[in-house]
């Protein structure tokens, strides 16, 4: 069984508040003083959209191009600097997860666990294959290989030429987990997962023998909400170490070569965490933004206006980080103390996934299938006596 994420932020506050009727409602939009202007490149739709259901659909890109897919099957190809159609394909699946691209591929995850890989200079499909469960991240490519997670606890990899399965390891499974997967990452001849036990591990790239694991946390508690320890988002992989978090357990590094944990702090999350050279910043279960010190874990800053608003994980853009949020706008916060710098309306509808950085762009995809991307720049210093500039407005750009 699965839970989405709305209901168990619901049931924390609930529980925090002693059971009352009331529940905390996501904080208001403030008003602050802008040093970023915030311009739409271009936008489109993709799609029929998805409806609140949390599917693992985010652009991807390979620097020229960027590639998305819908729930009613729909895959396509968008030029980056201007936002031009370049194919469309219906491939007759409700896709959920991806897509990866690589090696000349764009390749998704059914609803129904179907393998889809399409040509990424035309869209055609090259194969198709049943993996036998649900997808709900992006695939990784890695060289020959395509390696993806299926809801099921399962970890496999597959000949990126023919689909043929390569090699496959699974993880035992809680009775309740959270609505989500972990999208693999290869790195080097490791490719590294997270699972819905609780667990990282990596393994080699070739055969998929097991490297190491590492338990984030271990179950505690009575019920089985309680005992919900998911490593249900994407982790990532910076340099030598790996970064990661789980519901009701820890953010954590580990070394990528060992497993062994480099520092351990208690946060809880099912949203996800971003990195840079210097910070580990992670979307907390109430949308609380926290930026931790990469080297110690140390906390850095914190950011708690943006309370339950069903914040995404975070991505490096320029001097700041940007997320997204459940009413559909673009937030950038200061990297150095997190101190709100510009804001958009960039979809009408919630966007769930992280937002994509393609250079000077913000890539979003909504849940209603707005596919958007966003340029910012400097503000000109406001000369020394000119009147304040109201920026109560600023939340409806």
């Known amino acids: 069984m699965t839970l989405r994420m709305p209901f168990l932020v619901a049931v924390a506050v609930l529980g925090a508040c002693g ?22 490149a271009w936008s489109r739709k993709v799609g029929d959209g998805t409806e609140r259901l949390r599917l693992g659909l985010k652009p991807a890109s390979d620097g020229t191009r960027i590639f998305v897919g819908a729930l009613d099957g729909t895959a396509a190809a968008i030029g980056l600097e201007d936002g031009e159609l370049l194919w469309t394909t219906e491939t007759g699946f409700a896709l959920t997860g991806g897509p990866a691209v690589g090696g000349g591929l764009v390749v998704f995850g059914s ?51 023919t689909g043929d399965e390569v090699w496959s390891v699974v993880q035992s499974q809680a009775p309740l987990t959270l609505r989500g997967s ?11 997962a997270g699972f819905d036990n609780g667990r990282v591990g990596a393994y080699t790239l070739e055969d998929g023998i097991g490297r190491w694991e590492e338990a984030l946390s271990n179950p505690a508690g009575r019920s089985e909400i309680d005992r919900l320890i998911d490593v249900g988002v994407d982790i990532e992989v910076f340099g030598n170490d790996v970064y990661a978090a789980n519901f009701q357990g820890q953010a954590a590094a580990l070394i990528l070569l060992t497993g062994d ?29 926290v930026a931790l010190n990469r080297t110690n874990g140390q906390e850095v800053w914190r950011q708690d206006d ?17 997320v997204a949020d459940f009413e559909g706008y673009l937030h950038w916060l200061r990297v150095a103390d997190g101190e709100f710098m510009g804001r958009i309306r960039a979809a009408s509808s919630q966007i ?29 210093a406001p000369e020394d006596d000119a009147e304040p500039e109201d920026e109560a407005g600023e939340a409806e750009q």
Do not use: K
């Open 111 to 161: 609803r129904d666990g179907v393998l889809i890989a399409l040509s990424a200079d035309g869209g055609n499909v090259r194969w198709q294959r049943p993996v036998g469960s649900e997808m709900l991240a992006a695939p990784a490519v890695g060289g020959d290989l395509i390696v993806f997670r299926t809801v099921d606890g399962r970890l496999t990899a597959v000949s990126a030429e």
């Open 352 to 380: 769930s996934s992280q937002p994509l950085v393609v250079g000077p762009m913000v890539v979003i995809q909504s849940e209603d299938g707005t596919v958007a991307a966003f340029e910012v720049e400097n503000r000109p």
């Open 182 to 192: 972990t999208a693999p990452i290869v790195a080097g001849n490791l490719v590294v």
């Open 19 to 40: 059971g009352n009727d009331s529940v905390e409602p996501p904080a208001e939009l403030i008003a602050f003083d802008a040093v970023l202007d915030v311009r739409q």
């Open 261 to 289: 944990p480099i520092w351990q702090r208690d946060i809880s999350s099912f949203t996800g965490l971003g990195t840079d050279t210097s910070h580990v910043y992670v979307t907390d279960d109430v949308s609380t933004i």
């Open 306 to 322: 943006l309370r339950l608003r069903d914040v995404t994980a975070s991505s490096r853009h320029r001097d700041a980080i940007v």
